[in-house]
């Protein structure tokens, strides 16, 4: 209901962290790299950190604003 902001190049989470939130993007782009790689940027409408839905942990790549973003969880 009241969605979190990021600034771009702001970091969400890294890997190897906790994961108990997932995230889904209302609004810009995310970044999901592993080991300093990018593998994917996603966008407005998709989810991210779905693992901590399923306990799975700690997190297995870092999220990363890739442009100014707001962020429901």
Known sequence: P???TFS???VIFEEGQPGD??????????DLSVNGK???????G???GTGA???????TYTAI?????????
């Open 21 to 30: 939130f997932m995230y889904g993007i209302v609004e810009g782009e995310v």
């Open 65 to 73: 604003a890739k442009t100014d973003c707001k962020l429901a969880f």
């Open 8 to 10: 771009a190049g702001q």
């Open 2 to 4: 009241d969605p979190k």
């Open 38 to 44: 990018i593998v994917e940027t996603i966008k407005a």
């Open 53 to 59: 839905l399923v306990g799975v942990e700690p997190r």
């Open 46 to 48: 998709e989810v991210f």
